[in-house]
Structures are given as C-alpha cells and as structure tokens.
C-alpha cells in the first residue's frame, strides 16, 4: 500500500527522516520571524514567530521521539553508532530541550518576552547551532554510511 502512495518512503526503515525537517524549517522560521520582529517590533510578526515556535517545539518532539524509537534498530556498524549516532542524539535532545524552555517562556510572556528579550535571542541562536551541527551529523550518517537507506550493503565502519 505504502509502495503505491509514497513508493521512496518505502524504502526507509523508519519514519524519522519524514518527521526532522519539520522542525529545522519551523525553527529557523521561528529565530528569522523574532529577530524581525525585535529590530520592527511589529507585534504581528511575533505572534507569527510565535506559532512557528510552537509548531517547531510539537516537530522536534515528533522528531526526538522517532529518533528515539529507531536508534535501536538501525543498521550501522558499532563505530558509527558510537562516533556519530550518540553524538546526534546529544546535539538533537540538546537543542529540544532548549526549545522547549523557550517556547514555554514565549507562551507564559507572549508573544515575545520583554525582559531578557537579548538572552531569548541568544537561545534562538544556540538552538539554531545545536540543529545545525546535529543535522549535519545525521546527514553524514544517511548520505555516507546509508544509515536507515537500503542502497548499498551494510554494515560501513566509520571513516571508510
Ligand atoms: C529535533 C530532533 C531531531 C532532528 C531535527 C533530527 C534530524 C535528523 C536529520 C536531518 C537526519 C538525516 C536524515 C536524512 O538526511 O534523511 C537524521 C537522521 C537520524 N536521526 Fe535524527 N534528528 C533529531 C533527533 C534524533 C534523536 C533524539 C535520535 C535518537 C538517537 C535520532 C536518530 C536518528 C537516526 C537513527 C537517523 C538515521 C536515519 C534514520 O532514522 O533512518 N535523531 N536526524
């Protein structure tokens, strides 16, 4: 049935990779949208931020709960698991958790807090770090040892 309606998403062992860009868009849309809005303080551009960082805080934790259900079972050799998959799963629960921290104080001060509007900023820019650099090891994992894909044989020690 899944073959017929999204025939590549058959391919993948699990459903993570359909869910993760969800909350790297939402949340870099969510930092844009506030550092927009502090230099305007247009208040409809921070409410607009503020939707997109809760539904960027409700994706990552789609996000964190998939990765979390298909780290077990994923096909990769013990040194890749250990070099880039732990590391992943650092950087990603890292940067949710700060999401969260953050979106429960835009909520509790929203749309945007007043005071410590320059710390808010900062823990924008430490999320969007935390994603950047995680994505880019999960990227490494998928595209250089096909982490989760079917492509080639498994299992790729790491640096091969
Ligand atoms: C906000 C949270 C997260 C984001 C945004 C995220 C993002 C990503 C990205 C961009 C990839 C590469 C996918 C591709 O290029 O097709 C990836 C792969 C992967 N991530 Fe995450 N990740 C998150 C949390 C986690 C967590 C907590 C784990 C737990 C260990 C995890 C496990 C994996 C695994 C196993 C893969 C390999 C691909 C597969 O699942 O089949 N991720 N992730």
Not at 8 to 15: E, M
Not at 116 to 135: D, N, P, S
């Amino acid at each position: 049935m899944l073959e017929r309606i999204l025939p590549g998403a058959s391919h993948l062992q699990n459903i993570h990779p359909l869910l993760v860009h969800f909350p790297i868009a939402f949340l870099y849309g969510a930092a844009l949208l506030y550092f927009l809005a502090s230099i305007s303080a247009s208040d409809g551009l921070k409410w607009a931020a503020l939707w997109m960082l809760m539904l960027g805080a409700l994706g990552a934790a789609a996000a964190v709960a998939s990765g979390l259900y298909a780290a077990p079972g994923l096909m990769v050799s013990v040194s890749v698991r250990h070099e880039l998959l732990r590391n992943h799963k650092h950087l990603m629960v890292a940067a949710s958790a700060v999401t969260g921290v953050l979106t429960v104080w835009a909520l509790a001060t929203r749309p945007m807090p007043a005071r410590g509007r320059y710390l808010f900023l900062a823990g924008l820019i430490a999320v969007m770090g935390l994603i950047a650099a995680g994505a880019d090891i999960g990227g490494e994992m998928v595209y250089g040892y096909n982490a989760g894909g079917s492509a080639c044989p498994q299992p790729i020690e790491f640096g091969k």
